[in-house]
């Protein structure tokens, strides 16, 4: 069985830990944050996806009180969000949304196509949701802090549903997480994933954008943005839709001035395609590729060489699932690790560095 030889390959890894009094507690710190960051994660996204998140007769003052309390959540466990959230959560300006330029231009109908729809949804005021990426603090044992918000406002985005499920939308999270690789886009720029449409729009606009190709897979939703959306943008000119899988144009990067890669709803499901982006990346030295959510892809990557280096510490057999990318991920990192002794905590930390995680992951691939 694939698991059992994983288990004894990872029982027999020897990685070392020299260090001494201050950095071992260093160490116990790092796996602490570790076990707080996913703790608290896991927490807001069920949270956010029950019903109890709306908090529309309760003051604003009062909803993050009353979000740890719909939690159940003990004393201790209210410390530790309260460390996460030291200021609760943050209140959005709706009007800063509706002036975006996708918002105020691109509109639609209710369309059915097929099993997909295209629609509206709305953010009701005070409901909770994440709009940004994640903040990751490295000289606080690499926490991560998730920016939640909410509208006092009802604020409502355009989504792509797929048999009732929410496929694509233009949320706050979207527009945030994509502005300051918009602001990167120059000359003749290819995208990976279509979507809505709202990346290649917000660089259409651009005066130093020349042309933009969108590589996409799903013919329905390559006939629904031609067909409804495609015709609103001011710049329609400057868009090249290609049907086709991303991977058949992975060597074509090379003649692009940019490249912008989404083809993922979030980290865990984007990360084995970044991981196979990344490995290609050194065949096109002068093309810059940009990534959607890869403060958040980086973040799960940390987290699965942190649980190796716990691997390595403990020494304890473990399970991983062959058919869970994070998972195989931890393998390969552990695998990479046999034999490596740790000196001290700055080693541990530098390791776990943004850059440094750039670096394993494309020699892992």
Known sequence: MFIINIIKDLYNINMKYSLNKNDTSKLHKLFDTYDENIAVADAILYFLNTEDNLFENIDKENIYDEFIFRLN???EYDQLFKSYFPNGFDILNVDKYKA??????????????NHYELSYEKYFPKELFIYDDLNINSDEFYKEYSKVGYFLKPYHYLTLKQQNQIWMSITPNEINTMEADIEKMNGNIIVFGLGLG????????????????IIEKDKAIIDIFKKYLLPQFEDANKIHIIHDDAYNYLDQIKNYDCAYVDLWHNPNDGLDFYLNFKANEFKHPNTPIYYWLEKGLIALIRRCAIYAL?????????????????????????????NKVFCNYQEIHNYLSENNLKNIINKLQ
Do not use: R
């Open 73 to 75: 959540a003990d004393a």
């Open 100 to 113: 975006n330029p996708y918002f105020k231009k691109i509109k639609s109908q209710t369309i059915k196509n």
């Open 198 to 213: 709202y990346f290649s729009y917000m660089c259409s606009l651009k005066e130093n954008v020349v042309s933009i190709t």
């Open 310 to 338: 716990i691997i390595g510490y403990t020494n304890e057999e473990v399970e991983l699932d062959k058919n869970n990318d994070a998972d195989k991920l931890t393998y390969k990192i552990v695998q990479s690790l046999k």
